[in-house]
């Protein structure tokens, strides 16, 4: 990776959402893993190491497309891109055993890479995408060597998922969509149906809202594409495995970890960036004002600053 610090700030602002790859200068491969295919979206070669991309319970590598295309206008500092779709969402079947851990998914990170000749990277990692992140650091110390968190999912939505009473209380949006999530589920192949006719009537996006500060400035891409995305069994099962991961794991952490918040984040707990910075040794914590939890959606020159930063 290459970076210059001397560019000219970009001025900050929401971007679309785009599903072509090859404008981002981006190839679609398929690789096998220990569960099942995984589908990324990979180029930009300049020898390495890997910068690895994951999204989260609530979208597809297309997510990190406003991320690129800012890159792309500040002189392309992103470079030996994999943006995965993880299993269950995007292209990428859902996992051959069903409901994976995080570990599992770790492991089937480092399988792609490693299979795309990689043998170090960078991660950046959306929501519960942060989740396989960090992990992916503690299963492969020498070959992780930082770690770039965006509105992570933290202990906040951990204790929501255990304990939905309690936990409601503290992040009422996060259970409003747990229970949203549940009831899609249980419509099956109806739920996906209620979505688009919600989207076409224009009543998607005010639900979707409280996800975003700056609601107002959507591009109509960023609703569609969070539609089309919602996979309810699938959202649930990352539920269950995050439910599951010990955050004491993360102790184990050796590479630095930058970690851009939302200060708007409604599934952000108050004590999220205080139990995350005991947890991980090497961590710095900046807040951006005024946005939600899809930060590189929102303001992606902003977390390409950070990202460019020591």
Known sequence: MSSNHSRPAVPDRASAITADETALGLGRV????????????????????ATILLHGAAGSWTTWSPFLRADDERGAVVDDVIAV?????????????????????????????????YRSWRVVGHSLGGFVALDLAVLEPDATIRVDLVSPT????????????TGGVRLPWFAGM???????????????????????????????SPLFGRRHDLDRSVVDALAADVRPATFLAATRAAAAYDLHGWRG???????TMGGRDVFVGSDDAA????????????????????????????VLERYTAD
């Open 178 to 208: 747990l229970v949203g999530m549940r009831v899609l589920e249980v419509l099956g192949s109806r739920g996906p149906a209620l979505l688009r006719l919600l989207n076409r009537a224009g009543l998607l996006a005010p639900l979707m």
């Open 275 to 302: 139990v995350l910075a005991a947890l991980v040794p090497d961590l710095r914590v900046h807040t951006l004002a005024g946005t939600g939890h899809f930060a590189a959606v929102e303001r992606p020159e902003a």
């Open 85 to 117: 779709d993880l299993p269950g969402w995007g292209e990428s079947p859902t996992a051959a055993r069903g409901t994976v851990s995080v570990r599992a998914l770790s492991v089937a990170v480092a399988t792609v890479a490693r299979a795309l000749g």
């Open 154 to 165: 933290g202990v906040g939505v951990v204790e929501a998922i255990r304990h939905p009473v």
């Open 253 to 259: 952490v050796r590479c630095p970890v930058r970690c």
């Open 30 to 49: 398929t690789v096998d893993t220990d569960i099942g295919p995984v589908t990324v979206r990979a180029g930009r070669e300049a020898g390495g190491p």
